[in-house]
């Protein structure tokens, strides 16, 4: 039980583990983004794009070139490139002279767009599918010793090896060896085994990232009601983890 639960392991999924350390910065495809928009705030102004060129840039049968490229991501990503270097990203539109702060709110769109895409993909980050809330999924690890952090990692990357990922990995009993449940899967140990130790606080509603894995999404938590509340945080309603973690 101890290597299913929470016992260290090398196959976590990859995506996940990619998007949650370090804000997504080893990502491939976020290094990618990054790379594209830093070429183009050095380099964009160098292609003299005419306004019509742009509007039909994306339609073109050579979507290859540098132009095209941009164009086809930023909408891929949710960005609406409406000329060159007018962008708009969340009902605001912004003038890209791509001063780093600026890149880093069109990467921080684009990581939350790749949240969203794992949100659609996978049962346990639903509810994410405007995004991740870094700073309120990061907030409990403070109060956490560095074996209950690589815990919270585990739990926070949907990486979890539990009996039912045993059986379809390695083809071993697939059942709770506490209550014998014929499915072992995380969920089970969440809400349903009796067995399990969990968390006094009832069954509060909550999406089913948060409940999962601890992760909180984009708009869920409130924000601070003054600047010297900025270092509270208060544990989201709907968590069902965090007694792994105490």
């Known amino acids: 039980m101890a290597t299913c639960l929470f016992g260290k392991q090398h196959n976590r999924p990859i995506l996940p583990s990619l998007l949650h350390y370090a804000e997504g910065r080893f990502d491939p495809e976020l ?5 594209l928009y830093t070429y183009w705030q050095r380099h964009g102004q160098s292609f003299d794009i005419s306004a019509h060129y742009w ?28 000329q060159p270097f007018l962008w708009k990203v969340d009902h605001t539109t912004i003038n890209v002279d791509l001063t780093p702060d600026k890149i880093n709110t069109f990467l ?17 980050y639903r509810g994410m599918e405007k995004g991740r809330d870094e700073q309120s999924t990061h907030a409990i690890r403070e109060q956490l010793d560095e074996k209950r952090r690589a815990y919270l990692d585990i739990i926070q990357t949907d990486a979890v090896y539990t009996p039912a990922r ?3 990995r390695w083809g071993k009993q697939g059942h709770c060896p506490k209550c014998n449940n014929p499915t072992g899967d995380w969920k ?31 708009g869920y938590a409130s924000l601070p009601l003054s600047l010297e509340q900025r270092q509270f945080a208060q544990r989201p309603q709907g968590c069902r983890h965090h007694h792994c973690c105490y």
């Open 31 to 35: 290094t990618r983004m990054a790379r």
């Open 188 to 218: 089970h140990y969440v809400d349903q085994c009796h067995a399990t130790p969990r968390h006094a606080a009832g069954n509060p509603p909550g999406p089913d990232c948060l409940r999962y894995t601890g992760t909180v999404p984009t």
């Open 55 to 82: 509007d039909i840039a994306h339609e073109l049968p050579a979507r290859r070139g540098p132009v095209q490229l941009l164009k086809n991501l930023l909408r891929e990503y949710g960005i609406e490139p409406l």
């Open 166 to 168: 045993a059986h379809l």
């Open 108 to 124: 921080r769109h684009t990581r939350n767009a790749l949240w969203g895409k794992l949100a659609r993909e996978r049962e346990y």
